[in-house]
């Protein structure tokens, strides 16, 4: 490539696009203002979205990255900018999404004198990264983007933050990029034994589970995970942010693990003599109390960071590498065996899941509405097609349950960090990454009100996100655990909402509101066929709980399936 001179900005711009960045979401500044005046010459090459919030840049970015599997990109300016990105980049570390967090910074020669707006980004963010950066010079930026790329791409994906200095950005510098190699994986004897040893304890197991993690689509190895389950007649689990990883049609898939999860998996879990975990990281919501968690199983563990390994959870045979290899070697060697007696515990738990939960809260349709009513009606409307970007609480769990999916990359959430106010900037990445899907944002009224600002964006933008809002005008999760396990003392969980209706009419987005069970199936019609963004509040119980529920530090075995228990 033939060099010539550009400013610091301008290289950073350029070597964005040599990375292949289309969309990136960011708010501009003082410190940052060199670079967005040359932002201002890309217009049709780089989409730049203006968000309300620095948090809602990255959750945007967050969201972006998780529909596509690309790295998702935000801007900042110094000091509050960046800080305001802390939750978010967070967020991203905690779930492993791939990020380029770029924050401008004072001058070079200003650092550390206290300037206006100045703040140590780099010291704040190297705990919530995967590498934290300073450019300084106008000549570091095309080697430091490239690593930054590389960083948030390879291995376990993840969160980079730059710091840019004012004086970097208007500096000149010869312009010439080189892209750095993403790591991959490759067979060795050691993995190649491993393997071998694998796939003799799976097909000599039997009552074997596979639990799939978030790994698994990252790696790109859905339809491995599925061509190995089939091979082997394994049953298959999904952690929360493992779901979609397999279709939820799929003969083979068992439901999700953990809290919230379904009973079935849960209780093989804990009845299973073989456990395989692929690209998860055995959380606490996955396994409550890891003293009591699969008693009975041998574990074998595949995953990509060595440090989740042996760390909750010991492994009788650690496999340290990429899913979608494991996968394609495991292909080679399982065999297939009927396990009568072990597919019919599950379905006999999956019944009584039915029968004592799920047929309860959509059977009555006289009373006040259910969320899970209300989440089984989007995803019969949805038809497995749309992408479910979920706020946390109460609305998270009801959606992971009932929601359908046909597709990887259709479950967006916040897992490990457990963000309030993810759904709606996370909502509207996604829409832009995969604009030709459906996009659902399902949030409840306590998590709508911490990110509300960032319906000005999808006014400005036009992005075409729907907004489901379960609003039970409590703090919904809070308030569980309140009535549970704090003698229904529900302190300072309540919401005195505003008028959601005249909030989204200020930004110029159609809305609607039902109360009742025989609106629900008109007005959801009506949200999903509607060309652009659309709001529909759904008014549903205040005191309405999640189950099956592991409590805190529980045993899976000693799941919750009602309020009585």
Known sequence: MEKREVKGAEALLLSLLEEGVDTLFGYPGGAIMPLYDELYNFEGRLNHILVRHEQGAVHAAEGYARATGKVGVCFATAGPGATNMVTGITDAMMDSTPLVCITAQVTADMLGKDFFQEADTISITIPITKWSYQITKASEVMSVIAKAFAVARSGRPGPVLISFTKNAQTELTEYSYSKQKRHTYHKTHTIEEAIRSAAEMINSSERPLIVAGQGVIQSGAESLLASVAERGNLPVATTLLGISSIPSDHPLFAGNVGMHGNLAPNL???ECDLLIGIGMRFSDRVTGDTKLYAPKAKVIHIELDKAEINKNIKADLPIHTDAKLALEMLSERVIYRDRVSWFEFADRCRKREEVEVVEKLLSDTDGELSMAQVIDKVAAAGKGEAVIVTDVGQNQMMAARYSKFKHSRSMITSGGLGTMGFGLPAAIGAKLGVPHKEVVAVTGDGGLQMSIQEL????????????????????????QWQELFFKHRYSFTEMVNPDFHKIAEAYKIPSAK????????????????????YLLEVVVRNEENVFPMVPPGASLSNLILDEKQ
């Open 456 to 479: 000005g964006t999808i006014m400005q933008s036009d992005i075409g996100v729907k907004i489901l809002l379960l609003n039970n005008s409590y703090l919904g999760m809070v308030r």
């Open 514 to 533: 039902v109360t009742h069970y025989d609106e629900l199936d008109s007005a959801i019609s009506l949200m999903m066929s509607h060309k652009g963004p």
């Open 268 to 270: 093989m879990t804990q």
